[in-house]
């Protein structure tokens, strides 16, 4: 069984940057998929940062050029850094990994929120 969870969220003005982790709890973190994903206050849950088990990334239009995310292997932990905060990104974010030989498996942290004041 595979348990996720994250950390680093908090308040933090608007231009700020955060580095959200996710600790991987499990085995094989190296064959699964990690994602970021984010809600807002009445909005769905969006796909915000993607991670491959070979390092391709691939992100939301709205964090291009503002977040990254990595891995390390050697950790089980994912981060996502993010730089140039903005209000809009205000959230609660969650973890979620999926293993590669069966993408529509999901795992599921319970989420860490991020402010961004004006």
């Known amino acids: 069984q595979v348990q996720l969870v994250e950390s680093g969220g908090g308040l933090v003005q608007s231009g700020g940057s955060l580095r959200l982790s996710c600790v991987f709890w499990?085995?094989?973190?190296?064959?699964?998929?990690m994602a970021w994903h984010r809600q807002a206050p009445g909005k769905e849950r969006e796909l915000v940062a993607i991670?491959?088990?070979?390092?391709?990334?691939n992100y939301a239009d709205s964090v291009k050029g503002r977040f990254t995310i990595s891995r390390d292997n050697l950790k089980n932990t994912v981060y996502l850094q993010m730089d140039s905060l903005r209000p809009e990104d205000t959230a609660v974010y969650y973890c979620?990994?999926?293993?590669?030989?069966?993408?529509?498996?999901?795992?599921w942290g319970e989420g860490t929120l991020v402010t961004v004041s004006s």
């Open positions: 979620r990994a999926s293993p590669m030989r069966d993408l529509a498996v999901q795992y």
């Open positions: 499990g085995s094989s973190f190296s064959a699964y998929v």
């Open positions: 991670i491959t088990s070979g390092s391709s990334t």
